[in-house]
């Protein structure tokens, strides 16, 4: 490490190299979730999953991930970054090659689960261990400005080269690919990057992590099957155990000296409303991710590589909308930018709404870039603006706050989407029995033992609820986009 005598050392040789070690699992953190998706069809047509199932396994990583990453921060803090985040490369890797031999679609929910756990321990560690190694004001956003846009490189590489490997080899292959970049981490990691670690670090509140999982799996699943099933009972029991857990949760970090989460952040209407914006625009943007990749492969038949490559321009839609919003925040208020941007979003699910079995693949593409480039600002401003509203003494409670919503409003999406998806879908093939009227997983499949008129009538029918449903959850996120643009408007225009 160089110095500048004007101000803090400048970073040398060695701390570039341990940004780019960082950049590994950063890549890592949208490349899972990418990969899954298209890999779901291949799991729901060789492990027989139900739609059920096949969402509880992406659903599953996001809520747990959502559920321990404030838990996993404020353990960073007491045990050291480099070491949980080596900690936590090596559980994932090992939790990898258990998920790619899953032989039933139970272990692949409960695997995947514990690889949210595992991933809970990469961005805070991340994110800390860059801020440590470049201290001079400059390099260090010039640092986290690199980790950001590696998490955005990963959602345009995940498509191609998970369809690459779904192509070639079994479902598992995609689960597989983690391991090398886990393997580097973990080789070079001890050698680059620093240990740190917090002082007085938060003390880490077991029941509040406890109940912070109890609050969100329980409402999760009552929403599920409600959006799937109809009103049910046990669903709605589910829905009160999970707001139960959410009021003794409040209370404790009411009475908490140092809480989990700090409350009286949201006191900041600007603070709420950017935290809630991130939280639903990205609730949106993961319920239309899943739902292209499905479509793609069970609607158009294209092949896990075909449809990759037909899902990255979509992810050049977030990059380019979040550097130009970097660059008219120079002379526009945030606000303006991230409310222009969730219209110009509702604009596109519109696109997306009008898609149907025989729609030109040009038409999915354009939706999906102008959904992408309008909600590209609200991701690149609005943790900005979480974290300066937040007082200086609280911004590491910001910025924990600021980690998780994206997630757990990304899980939510995936749930809720995907259930609206799934209820219009066996609404519409209610005269059709078995696995075929449960799910177009199940349809592709039994139409495969027909005779070629059945088995055409079959598809023409499954595709067309299919894509019903896409329809019904792209109204529903176009109608929230412009919720959220007025909010945003309202409260966030002068600042």
Not at 8 to 30: D, F, I, K, M, T
Not at 134 to 156: D, K, L, N, Y
Not at 327 to 334: N, V
Not at 349 to 376: D, K
Request: hydrophobic residues 55%.
């Amino acid at each position: 490490m160089t110095r500048d005598i004007t101000g803090p050392p400048l970073a040398g040789r060695r701390e570039w190299l341990g940004l780019a070690v960082l950049l590994l699992p950063a890549l890592l953190a949208s490349l899972e979730l990418t990969i899954t998706h298209l890999a779901l069809p291949a799991i729901g047509r060789d492990l027989g999953a139900s739609s059920t199932q096949l969402l509880w396994i992406v659903d599953g990583y996001a809520f747990l991930l959502a559920g321990t990453l404030v838990m996993m921060g404020t353990l960073g803090d007491r045990i050291g970054r480099r070491r949980l985040l080596l900690g936590g490369a090596t559980a994932f890797s090992v939790l990898s090659v258990v998920a790619a031999y899953a032989p039933n679609p139970e272990v692949l929910v409960v695997v995947r689960a514990l690889l949210g756990v595992a991933g809970a321990t990469l961005m805070p560690s991340v994110l800390a261990l860059a801020v440590a190694l470049f201290t001079e004001p400059r390099q260090r956003a010039q640092a986290v400005g690199i980790v950001i846009a590696s998490v955005s490189a990963g959602t345009a590489i995940g498509p191609l080269v998970g369809g690459w490997l779904l192509d070639h080899f079994w479902w598992g292959s995609a689960f597989l690919l983690p391991i090398p970049l886990m393997l580097v981490l973990l080789v070079v990691g001890p050698v680059t990057l620093p240990e740190g670690r917090s002082p007085g670090g938060r003390r880490l509140d077991l029941p509040s992590a406890v109940l912070s999982i109890a609050t969100v799996l329980p409402i999760v699943y009552g929403l599920k099957q409600v959006a799937a099933a109809g009103p049910d009972p046990i669903a709605f029991a589910s829905i009160a155990l999970g707001l139960a857990c959410a009021l003794v949760f409040v209370r404790r970090q009411r009475r908490l000296a140092d809480p989990m989460i700090d409350l009286h952040l949201f006191a900041s209407p600007a603070f709420t409303t950017a935290t809630l914006t991130l939280m639903l625009g990205i609730f949106v943007l993961w319920g239309t991710n899943y739902a292209v990749a499905q479509y793609l492969q069970l609607v158009a038949g294209l092949t896990p590589l075909t449809a990759g490559l037909w899902t990255a321009p979509s992810a050049v839609g977030i990059i380019v909308g979040s550097l130009s919003a970097t660059r008219l925040a120079r002379r526009l208020p945030p606000g303006w930018i991230i409310g222009g941007g969730l219209l110009l979003s509702a604009t596109g699910f519109g696109v997306l709404a009008t898609i149907g079995p025989a729609t030109p693949l040009s038409v999915l593409v354009t939706g999906t870039i102008i959904v992408s480039a309008g909600l590209g600002p609200m991701m690149a401003l609005a943790t900005t603006i979480i974290v300066g509203s937040a007082p200086a003494e609280r911004s590491g409670a910001a910025s924990a706050i600021a980690s998780a919503a994206p997630q757990l409003g990304g899980g939510l999406g995936i749930a809720i989407l995907g259930s609206v998806i799934t209820a219009t879908y066996r609404a519409d093939m209610g005269g059709v029995a078995g696995p075929a009227g449960d799910t177009l997983t199940g349809a592709v499949a039994a139409a495969g033992e027909l005779p070629a008129a059945e088995s055409a009538a079959l598809l023409g029918t499954a595709r067309a609820a299919f894509t019903a449903g896409f329809e019904v959850s792209a109204l529903v996120s176009a109608a929230l986009a412009v919720l959220l643009a007025g909010a945003v408007l309202l409260v966030l225009r002068r600042r």
